[in-house]
Structure formats: structure tokens, C-alpha cells
């Protein structure tokens, strides 16, 4: 029987601790970057003239998820964002730096 104790397997992953909870602003930013990455994603889809459909096919994704990350219900995790634009023929970044820019989301000095 294993005798280890909850505290010491626990690593925590920071849910319970109230200091690495967003604030309400940094969640406004978050959901304003969902947002605008799901609108980048549809631009450049659409700019390929490519349906949803066929993009979703071509990563493979489910066209749900894809729905809901372009209509910024959801956040692309990194490896969707990397599935996406490999099957647009883009960089991350032609993603990610207009929409960024459109959040007004700056770097820490």
C-alpha cells in the first residue's frame, strides 16, 4: 500500500492559488485575442479560398472545433494554431501579430 501523502505527489497546477487567477483585465485580453485570432484564422481561410470544411480536412480537426476557434468561442491551443497554419502555408505569427496588435497586448518591459 502506498503510504505517500496527498502534499507530497500533489505538484499543484495553480487552480487553488488566488495570486495565479488572471485579474478580470488579463481575461478580457484573453478572450479579445481568442477572438481575433479565430478572425485572422477566417481571413487567411478565406484569402486561400478554402471553405471550412476543407480546412478542417486538411489539418485533420473536427469542424466544430474549428467553428469555435474561428468564431472565438475557444482558444487554439499551440498545436492547433501550428495545424492550422501549416495547412494555410502561414506563419504563426501572421496569426498572431495582427491580432495581438488589435488586442493592444504589449510585452513586459
Same mark, same amino acid.
Given at each position: 500500500?502506498?503510504?505517500?501523502? &496527498?502534499?507530497? &505527489?500533489?505538484?499543484?497546477?495553480?487552480?487553488?492559488? +488566488?495570486?495565479?487567477?488572471?485579474?478580470?483585465?488579463?481575461?478580457?485580453?484573453?478572450?479579445?485575442?481568442?477572438?481575433?485570432?479565430?478572425?485572422?484564422?477566417?481571413?487567411?481561410? &478565406?484569402?486561400? /479560398?478554402?471553405?471550412?470544411?476543407?480546412?478542417? +480536412? +486538411?489539418?485533420?480537426?473536427?469542424?466544430?472545433?474549428?467553428?469555435?476557434?474561428?468564431?472565438?468561442? &475557444?482558444?487554439?491551443?499551440?498545436?492547433?494554431?501550428?495545424?492550422?497554419?501549416? +495547412?494555410?502555408?502561414?506563419?504563426?505569427?501572421?496569426?498572431?501579430?495582427?491580432?495581438?496588435? /488589435?488586442?493592444?497586448? /504589449?510585452?513586459?518591459?
Amino acid at each position: 500500500m502506498d503510504h505517500t501523502s &496527498t502534499a507530497e &505527489t500533489d505538484l499543484g497546477d495553480g487552480l487553488d492559488d +488566488a495570486a495565479e487567477q488572471p485579474d478580470d483585465e488579463v481575461a478580457e485580453q484573453r478572450r479579445q485575442l481568442a477572438e481575433e485570432l479565430g478572425l485572422q484564422i477566417k481571413v487567411q481561410r &478565406t484569402a486561400k /479560398k478554402l471553405t471550412r470544411v476543407q480546412l478542417a +480536412a +486538411a489539418i485533420p480537426m473536427n469542424l466544430k472545433t474549428l467553428q469555435r476557434i474561428e468564431n472565438g468561442d &475557444t482558444a487554439a491551443n499551440i498545436n492547433q494554431l501550428f495545424d492550422i497554419c501549416r +495547412a494555410l502555408d502561414i506563419a504563426p505569427s501572421d496569426l498572431i501579430n495582427p491580432a495581438e496588435k /488589435k488586442v493592444g497586448i /504589449k510585452g513586459r518591459e
